[in-house]
Nanobody, 121 residues
Framework: QVQLMESGGGLVQAGGSLRLSCAPSGRVRSINLMGWYRQAPGEQRELVAVIVSGGSTNYADSVKGRFTISRDNANTVYLQMNSLKPEDTAVYYC????????????????WGQGTQVTVSS
């Protein structure tokens, strides 16, 4: 079963920092695009940041200059969140659009289980 395993959420005061991580299970050959989304209570899930295999990134306007998305050679994606605000409080989800495994299997549009980020004022 294809899994994306997230970690790094928690409770932090406004102005603080957190770093989220998301790693795929199994022997992954490549992942095209990986991203972080978030969903606050009563709100729709929204894009936070994405990064493609070539390294290009895109951010929601609300997090530009505060959050940084990156990925390593093991296809783990990170979200460094600085200067956190109470409005950043949400469940954060990792997404991978296309995962290619060494055995030839390809999985599409996979999501992590979500990790809670709570920013207190």
């Amino acid at each position: 079963q294809v899994q994306l395993m997230e970690s790094g959420g928690g409770l932090v005061q406004a102005g603080g920092s957190l770093r989220l991580s998301c790693a795929p299970s199994g022997r992954v050959r490549s992942i095209n695009l990986m991203g972080w989304y978030r969903q606050a209570p009563g709100e729709q899930r929204e894009l936070v940041a994405v990064i493609v295999s070539g390294g290009s990134t895109n951010y929601a306007d609300s997090v530009k200059g505060r959050f940084t998305i990156s990925r390593d050679n093991a296809n783990t994606v990170y979200l460094q969140m600085n200067s956190l605000k109470p409005e950043d409080t949400a469940v954060y989800y990792c997404n991978a659009d296309r995962i290619t495994y060494y055995n030839g299997y390809v999985a599409y549009d996979k999501w992590g289980q979500g990790t809670q980020v709570t920013v207190s004022s």
